[in-house]
């Protein structure tokens, strides 16, 4: 314990930390190896449609997964689709990746219960209702990536399960040492607890992931910052944001919660986005159903 106390300090320290953990994760459960190359294969400008097709053929399983969340209410096309080529003409190649990318990404939260404070379920819970939530503000802000929001959000959380497959003794010890209050809310930083016992906290585990994983840098700096928004580069803030905001709107519903000590979604953050609270009202009120049809669509 003294060892990872020793290691608390600098962001610097922190990333290094989260950086070796990540390298060392030889056991964790990991993105289909067809899903990290239609990543590689999709930030590649030589690439072209036909190429992500005949990608994406050698994984039937994706394939129809990706037809499922396509087809489904979420995205509520006029017509089924029925195969990936005519996705990809319709959504185009960027759309159809992060598809791919989130219909693999409930594997990764299958961890069972760790304690009676946590259960990988939970977690991803939260991670769809924060993914709904910030597709929603997107649409709100008239951002032009709905699905880069939802990724994010997906995404945002996900350091926790580096910190599970880590050292589940380590992981079992924060939420030992985190302090609540009459109503279950949390009355201490998360954020403080995870580097005093790992070194770096589930933003930096989560950065540190998407890096290994060459995820566009707005993943990252959403795992990264959506605590501290102001702490990512100034031309890089509104993922962040989003998320923060999403996050704060999310934790009124069910799911993991623990981590958000101040629930109140801030101007501050709705100045950054060009939003309204009448907006963010908006949101709320079209959360239920858009969720609705986010669980059904992604259920783990």
């Known amino acids: 314990m003294e060892a990872a106390h020793?290691?608390?300090?600098?962001g610097t320290d922190r990333r290094q930390t989260a950086h070796l953990a990540v390298k060392?994760?030889?056991?964790?459960?990991?993105?289909?190896?067809?899903?990290?190359?239609?990543?590689?294969?999709?930030?590649?400008?030589?690439?072209?449609?036909?190429?992500?097709?005949?990608?994406?053929?050698?994984?039937?399983?994706?394939?129809?997964?990706?037809?499922?969340?396509?087809?489904?209410?979420?995205?509520g096309l006029p017509r089924?689709?029925?195969?990936?080529?005519?996705?990809?003409?319709?959504?185009?190649?960027?759309?159809?990746?992060?598809?791919?990318?989130?219909?693999?990404?409930a594997k990764l939260f299958k961890g069972g219960s760790l304690c009676d404070r946590f259960d990988a379920k939970d977690l991803w819970s939260h991670s769809i209702a924060v993914a709904t939530s910030a597709r929603l503000l997107a649409r709100e802000a008239g951002m032009k990536s709905l699905d880069e929001a939802f990724l994010a959000g997906l995404m945002h959380?996900?350091?926790?399960?580096?910190?599970?497959?880590t050292d589940r003794v380590r992981l079992t010890q924060v939420f030992r040492d985190m302090q609540f209050d009459g109503d279950g809310h949390a009355t201490i930083d998360f954020r403080l607890v995870e580097r005093?016992?790992?070194?770096?906290?589930?933003?930096?585990?989560?950065?540190?992931?998407?890096?290994?994983w060459k995820f566009p840098r707005s993943l990252a700096l959403a795992c990264g910052h959506h605590h501290d928004p102001r702490e990512a580069p100034a031309e890089s803030r509104q993922i962040p944001w989003?998320?923060?905001?999403?996050?704060?709107?999310?934790?009124?519903?069910?799911g993991f919660r623990m981590d958000i000590l101040d629930r109140a979604v801030r101007a501050e953050?709705?100045?950054?986005?060009?939003?309204?609270?009448?907006?963010?009202?908006?949101?709320?009120?079209?959360?239920?159903?858009?969720?609705?049809?986010?669980?059904?669509?992604?259920?783990?």
């Open 269 to 300: 953050a709705l100045e950054a986005l060009g939003l309204s609270f009448a907006q963010v009202e908006t949101v709320r009120t079209d959360l239920v159903a858009a969720l609705d049809n986010a669980n059904a669509t992604l259920a783990a």
């Open 24 to 75: 060392q994760l030889s056991h964790i459960a990991t993105l289909p190896e067809v899903t990290l190359g239609i990543i590689d294969l999709v930030e590649n400008p030589q690439s072209s449609a036909r190429d992500l097709n005949a990608l994406i053929a050698r994984d039937p399983a994706l394939s129809a997964r990706i037809l499922k969340v396509v087809n489904s209410a979420f995205y």
């Open 6 to 10: 020793s290691m608390v300090g600098a």
């Open 242 to 254: 989003l998320i923060f905001v999403a996050d704060r709107i999310a934790t009124e519903g069910e």
């Open 80 to 105: 089924q689709i029925g195969s990936i080529d005519r996705a990809i003409s319709l959504l185009g190649l960027n759309a159809v990746k992060n598809i791919a990318i989130a219909a693999s990404l």
């Open 157 to 165: 959380d996900i350091g926790i399960m580096v910190e599970l497959q």
């Open 196 to 212: 005093a016992v790992f070194g770096a906290d589930h933003g930096d585990f989560g950065e540190a992931l998407c890096e290994e």
